[in-house]
């Protein structure tokens, strides 16, 4: 079965940090570019970061722009977002693509809530 898997969300005060991880199963992420998108409750979806396949470009949302770095490791068949200095408008389901535009993979999402 061809599918992303999304790890690392949970509760998480003001200024905290967490680690979403991306992992692909049953094909490869080396030559996609992966998106990370999230959802707020009542809220349109909307791109939170995008890492290009081949040379790891990354660009972000101004939203998180100096907060959050998306990286990944092709060894492991993963992609990262590394959330830092949350703030409680960070909160949401974050989901990753492939590719970037999520024309061909979704995964099925992990509630980030950052809350004091």
């Known amino acids: 079965q061809l599918q992303l898997v999304e790890s690392g969300g949970g509760l998480v005060q003001p200024g905290g940090s967490l680690r979403l991880s991306c992992v692909a199963s049953?094909?490869?992420?080396?030559?996609?570019?992966i998106g990370w998108f999230r959802q707020a409750p009542g809220k349109e979806r909307e791109g939170v970061a995008c890492?290009?396949?081949?040379?790891?470009?990354?660009n972000y949302a101004d939203s998180v722009k100096g907060r959050f770095t998306t990286s990944r490791d092709n060894t492991k068949n993963t992609v990262y977002l590394q959330m830092n200095s949350l703030k409680p408008e960070d909160t949401g389901v974050y989901y990753c693509?492939?590719?970037?535009?999520?024309?061909?993979?979704w995964g099925q999402g992990t509630q980030v809530t950052v809350s004091s």
């Open positions: 890492i290009t396949a081949s040379r790891g470009i990354t």
């Open positions: 693509a492939a590719p970037c535009s999520g024309r061909d993979y």
């Open positions: 049953g094909f490869t992420l080396d030559y996609y570019a």
